[in-house]
């Protein structure tokens, strides 16, 4: 072995050994994204590029970055190495490609919607509210009331419906139910807001709009996916637990209750949480069963009851002379939803871990 070998290996020079240094890809990322910044940013104080597109430039930083991770890559490490560096930077493009519409999104929800996220939105509603002022509690209690009414009606239904299915269907039976269930889950929301008003009209005569017929509507929705998540997560329950609760004599019925459910207590909890974030955003089956109204309405049995979607649908398509006040209730109520749902997951977080099974090693 030479002296200079030797040399570069003790001194840990990265390009002497022909291997780059595992902070290179990283720098090249982060360098690609800052000159694509700067270029458009350059672009747009010359006239060239109208509007800043953050997100335009770092999808195109990224495409850069796949371009110089190779290059350099097969100059230092070379062919083999070079192509082992491309497809790692396609899987880094693919996951850019991926999240950047959502942060887009949340970008563009957060910074238009933080206009009327103030105190007076969240306690007067719309009642008497020509333009400016208002708020949106009633929307915000009706969301709530609704939805939470309606995982109340879905969650029983389905968690036994695949207990059912995993536990003691067979034969015609169960395979009618798994492919009414699949069909369900691609029924369009308007025709389960359809179903329910048609539903209650039958008894109590057309023009039934009301928050218990809007909570029938979103179980509709809700029930599927509660059943086919909660189905594949008690199947991957390990069958030894079953066993060994049988072996000691314990009742089918108890072993579910006892052993199969707590173990699966995870999974459950957020199929129930995929269900209410799936519906907690449907405005099409609301307006067709709840309604909606200018006032604040607690109780779920009468009048119309208006809800967070409906909410912004109509603030954004019944502007007034004045645009902007009712802009930025329509995006103030979009922004709501979302910390609503992220409120919800972190909520199904710390149940799953308080009442997760407790495995010691």
Do not use: C
Not at 182 to 189: A, L, N
Not at 201 to 206: C, K, V, W
Not at 216 to 234: C, F, G
């Amino acid at each position: 072995m030479s002296l200079a070998l030797r040399q570069s290996r003790m001194t840990g020079n990265a390009y002497a050994t022909g291997k780059l240094h595992k902070s290179v890809p990283w720098l090249l990322l982060i360098g690609s994204w800052v000159a694509l910044v700067l270029v458009f940013a350059l672009l747009n104080a010359g006239g060239a590029v109208k509007d800043f597109n953050v997100v335009a430039a770092l999808f195109l930083g990224t495409v850069l970055f796949d371009v110089l991770i190779v290059v350099v890559s097969r100059i230092v490490e070379g062919g083999r190495k070079a192509v082992d560096r491309l497809i790692t930077s396609l899987v880094v493009t693919a996951f850019v490609i991926a999240v950047l519409p959502l942060v887009s999104l949340l970008w563009t929800v957060v910074s238009d919607g933080v206009a009327r996220f103030d105190a007076q939105y969240f306690s007067y509603s719309m009642r008497g509210v020509i333009s400016e002022g208002g708020g949106a509690v009633h929307a915000l209690i009706g969301t709530l009331e609704i939805t939470l009414f309606a995982a109340l009606i879905s969650v029983p239904i389905g968690l036994l419906t695949s207990i059912y299915l995993v536990e003691y269907g067979k034969g015609a039976l169960a395979k009618g139910i798994t492919f009414f269930v699949d069909v369900m889950t691609g029924i369009p929301s308007i025709v389960a807001g359809l179903f329910a008003y048609s539903l209650f009209a039958l008894f109590l005569g057309p023009g039934a709009r009301f928050g218990l017929v809007g909570s029938v509507a979103l179980s509709v929705l809700m029930i599927p996916i509660v059943v086919r998540s909660t189905e594949e997560v008690l199947k991957i329950v390990p069958m030894e637990l079953r066993e060994a609760a049988y072996a000691l004599g314990v009742p089918k019925y108890l072993t579910i209750l006892k052993v199969v459910l707590p173990t699966a207590l995870a999974g459950i909890t957020t199929g129930v949480m995929l269900s209410i974030a799936r519906v907690i955003g449907e405005t099409a089956p609301l307006l067709v069963t709840a309604g909606f109204t200018a006032s604040m309405n607690y109780d779920l049995f009468k009048n119309p009851m208006m809800t967070l979607p409906v909410f912004a649908y109509t603030q954004y398509s019944q502007q007034g002379a004045n645009p902007v006040p009712f802009v930025d209730r329509a995006w103030t109520a979009a922004l709501l939803l979302i910390i609503i749902v992220m409120v919800l997951n972190l909520l199904a977080r710390f149940i799953t871990r308080l009442f997760a099974p407790k495995l010691s090693r």
